[in-house]
């Protein structure tokens, strides 16, 4: 499956690229229907999820420099390089002008680009640090993605990625079995051009990066068929912190 992603033809190319574009407008119609932006309590879960991936980095001894250059890749609505307490903080998203209107109070100061994350509009090594949390799964292509994080990565920079994931079993389960009905009617489905088990994200990532930290939570488990909801949404996360490998 992996490999497919990699080796791309020209069809399978077409077809991701429709799929990816359906996907975006559903992601439109969620940040319209997203709380208000103001709210007190969503701006507190930002500022506390910037400072555990701030400590998460510190307790795995990497040095954060107070003038480190950060590119949070796929923020919307949730722009947690936003309230890092340091470093020249950059965003990008191809949806960047319909984030801009929803939630402009988050971008008055920071730099919110257009743009994929297949084809990042910056030079090679620089940045410090490079923030994606839970896009990747929304990417038209996830492995040149992670190709293009490596490629503006300072040589002792470090990625921080988080990705919903699931069990091998889920995955084939929604990319075999369930594809036919997921694809029409489920959501989640839609909005995921991608799906990945644990296994398959670590493999992913292995490829392009030294991982120096995996942390895994909500492990997946097989669940009645009252729990079918659980089972599509991926209740699994996994966090990376991956260094930039030195050799290719």
């Given at each position: ?10 069809r399978e ?12 407008e559903?992601?439109?119609?969620f ?5 208000d932006?103001?709210?007190q309590?969503?701006k507190k879960t930002l500022?506390?999820?910037a ?7 510190k307790?795995h ?27 020249k ?23 919110l680009?257009?743009?994929?994350a297949?084809?990042?509009?910056f ?8 923030i ?9 292509n996830?492995?040149?993605?992670l ?7 300072k ?6 990625l ?5 069990s091998?079993a ?8 369930f ?6 009617k ?18 992913l990532?292995?490829?392009q990066f030294e991982?120096?930290?995996?942390l ?5 488990m097989?669940?009645?068929g ?7 949404r ?15």
């Open positions: 499956m992996i490999m497919r992603i990699e080796m791309q033809r020209p190319s077409r077809n991701r690229n429709k799929k990816w574009l359906i996907a975006q559903y992601e439109k119609a940040w319209r229907d997203y709380i932006f103001e709210d309590d969503h500022e506390t999820r400072l555990f991936f701030e400590n998460y980095i307790i001894k990497v040095k954060l420099k107070p003038c480190a250059k950060i590119l949070e890749i796929g923020g919307a609505g949730w722009p947690t390089v936003n309230f890092f307490s340091f470093g903080k950059y965003t990008i998203d191809p949806l960047a002008e319909n984030h801009k209107n929803l939630f402009g109070d988050y971008y008055k100061d920071i730099p680009v257009k743009g994929k297949e084809s990042l509009s030079k090679e090594n620089c940045f410090d640090i490079v994606i949390l839970n896009t990747l799964d929304h990417c038209e996830p492995y040149e993605v190709v293009e994080i490596r490629r503006v990565l040589r002792n920079g470090v990625m921080l988080s990705l919903n994931v699931t091998l889920a995955v084939l389960f929604r990319n075999i079995l594809k036919p009905i997921l694809r029409r489920h959501p989640d489905y839609i909005k995921h051009p991608y799906h990945f088990s644990i296994r398959q994200a670590i493999y990532v292995k490829k991982v120096i930290s995996i895994k939570d909500c492990h997946y097989l669940s009645s009252k729990d079918l909801k659980h089972f599509l991926k209740p699994s996360i996994l966090f990376l912190v991956a260094e930039k490998k030195l050799s290719t």
